[in-house]
């Protein structure tokens, strides 16, 4: 494994790892959809179940 690699892809810079985790972790938040969250993304769920509490 080298040691300046992110999901097995070589990286040029420290700035640029630094975008594709933030990219990473945008996704994860925002666009998978979780089936134990009825097929929403985890920012989806959680915005559903406060509109619905209020």
């Known amino acids: 494994m080298c040691r300046q690699c ?6 040029v810079s420290y ?3 630094k975008s ?3 990219e990473y972790i945008y ?3 925002h666009e998978r959809s979780k089936e ?4 929403l ?3 989806e769920y959680r915005t559903q179940s406060s ?3 209020a």
């Open 51 to 53: 509109q619905s509490a």
């Open 41 to 43: 993304s985890p920012v």
């Open 15 to 17: 700035e640029e790892l």
């Open 6 to 11: 992110f999901h097995g892809e070589e990286l």
């Open 20 to 22: 594709r985790i933030e």
């Open 36 to 39: 134990k969250l009825a097929g």
């Open 27 to 29: 996704w994860y938040n």
